[in-house]
């Protein structure tokens, strides 16, 4: 992943690792400008089965909302969920994510959702 993400201009991979332990338990990565829309994109935050539901994956992503603030200035940030993924969906909405469209079709159709930073 970390390779190919590379290799899209804008493209960044980075490690989620637990405060106490110093482990590797997840990653991101985001494109800083999606060429369909001029918007930054949250591609991917993954983390660890072991992990999961136990708030590892909400401070991830409060700590990646106050880096692209801080360090790339944006006012907000887009993903793409797909529809069958109601436990994803759910996640972010309970982030403060809100629809702005849908794309796609079938089993490929995506809930686009946008939150202010």
Do not use: C, S
């Not at 590797?24 to 990565?29: D, E, K």
């Amino acid at each position: 992943d970390w390779w190919i993400n590379r290799m899209m201009p804008g493209g960044h991979v980075l490690g989620i690792y637990l405060k106490a332990t110093g482990e590797a338990v997840g990653q991101a990565n985001f494109l800083e400008e999606n060429p369909e829309d001029g918007m930054p994109w949250l591609g991917l935050l993954m983390i660890a089965a072991p992990h999961q539901r136990q708030g590892v994956g909400r401070e991830a992503f409060g700590a990646l909302a106050t880096y692209f603030r801080t360090t790339y200035g944006w006012p907000a940030l887009r993903l793409g969920v797909l529809v069958p993924n109601t436990t994803g969906l759910a996640f972010w909405r309970a982030l403060g994510f809100e629809q702005v469209e849908e794309k796609g079709e079938d089993a490929r159709r995506v809930f686009v959702l946008e939150r202010v930073l």
